[in-house]
């Protein structure tokens, strides 16, 4: 079991910055990757960004350039660093964390964390 705790929503105006946290404990051992998603009212969830445990990094299109993830092993936290924002970045973001078993993947979610881009 993999449990998350996020932190460092809130409001922001346009062109501002926010970083997000998210620290694991229990069987920190077992995650592959860790990464962040976002999901607005009726869509679906989507890959924001992305770290592995070996630290490649992948992002989406919208994101590339203004937001970057990275990780702080000794304190098992990963955290995305959000600038530029806009208004369409307005969503709750999820913490996500991925444990490999032989040929099983389990996602692991923290509680969500709102953002919100407004003047």
């Known amino acids: 079991q993999v449990q998350l705790v996020e932190s460092g929503g809130g409001l922001v105006q346009p062109g501002g910055s926010l970083r997000l946290s998210c620290a694991a404990s229990?069987?920190?051992?077992?995650?592959?990757?860790m990464g962040w998603y976002r999901q607005a009212p009726g869509k679906e969830r989507e890959l924001v960004a992305a770290i592995t445990s070996g630290g490649s990094t992948s992002y989406a299109e919208s994101v590339k350039d203004r937001f970057t993830i990275s990780r702080d092993n000794a304190k098992n936290t990963v955290y995305l660093q959000m600038t530029s924002l806009k208004p369409e970045d307005t969503v709750v973001y999820y913490c996500?964390?991925?444990?490999?078993?032989?040929?099983?993947?389990?996602?692991?979610w923290g509680q969500g964390t709102q953002v919100t881009v407004s003047s």
């Open positions: 229990g069987s920190i051992f077992s995650i592959a990757s």
């Open positions: 996500n964390a991925k444990v490999v078993s032989g040929p099983y993947t389990f996602d692991y």
